[in-house]
């Protein structure tokens, strides 16, 4: 069919973006596509036996976040910033969880592990937001979980540090504390599975595409978050996220 023939039921929506960390001197906006929001399930051993399962190295769990889930915490220059979350319908359980969000230029389907690291672009700061009570009764029940997980502004992510000016963090504090006080703090050491390997993993479920960002996985001490509450999060030498829940 030729373009003249061709035309949108409706016009499609903005593409979903996140703008990258970048130093006054740079003077332009630098904007990442968002595509696949992916998240690691159970990857700190500590927050695994915290909510009753079994830590050891088995498959990794995936899951994923609608990309129009993402709320970007900094301005359009990449600039830490404040911003709001509404307490999302349908829960009164609503749990934090702080999480290194890796950021992919390039992709592919089993990718070697030796390969994995070439296809990131920069990592950030994300919250993987939860209505807790979905999910338990979804577990029990047997049933899908997506609603738990994914909802409006489900996923707030800092700018993204490219890996020129991060690296590739293999240690480093990760923490999240709500109203000052602390709720969350590991470090990135205590991964059960590295960066490397979960894109090596996942890559073998789904093909990865430039755009796609992945939620590596939480440290114990997720817990409730109720309007008014200010959550913090930092994780050393990556960013830092600030969210108020309204």
């Known amino acids: 069919m030729s373009s003249r ?11 979903t973006r996140l703008p990258v960390s970048q130093d006054e001197a740079d003077g332009k906006e630098l904007l990442f596509p968002v595509n696949n929001i992916y998240c690691v399930g159970q990857n700190y051993a500590a927050h695994a036996r915290e909510i009753g399962t079994d830590p050891k190295r088995a498959t990794p769990v995936f899951f994923r976040k609608p990309s129009d889930s993402l709320l970007p915490a900094c301005d359009a220059h990449g600039a830490s910033c404040q911003v709001d979350l509404a307490y999302p319908p349908q829960t009164t359980e609503l749990h934090h969880e702080v999480e290194l969000v890796v950021a992919l230029k390039d992709g592919g ?6 390969h994995a690291v070439s296809c990131i672009f920069g990592y950030g700061v994300g919250l993987d937001m939860t209505r807790r009570d979905l999910q338990t009764a979804a577990r029990k029940a047997g049933m899908p979980w997506d609603m738990a997980k994914g909802f409006d502004n489900a996923a707030p992510c800092s700018a993204l540090a490219p890996v020129s000016h991060c690296g590739h963090p293999e240690r480093g504090v990760i923490e999240l504390t709500v109203n000052r006080e602390p709720r969350q703090k590991a470090d990135l050491s205590d991964l059960i599975w590295s960066v490397p390997e979960i894109i090596t993993f996942l890559s073998r479920f789904a093909t990865l595409r430039p755009g796609d960002l992945i939620f590596t996985g939480t440290p114990e001490g997720v817990s409730p978050v109720y309007r008014g509450d200010r959550l913090e999060g ?3 030498g990556v960013g830092e996220i600030a969210v108020v829940i309204v």
């Open 5 to 15: 023939n061709t035309a949108y039921v409706f016009e499609p929506g903005a593409h």
């Open 109 to 114: 389907r089993n990718i070697p592990r030796a």
């Open 234 to 236: 930092r994780i050393n």
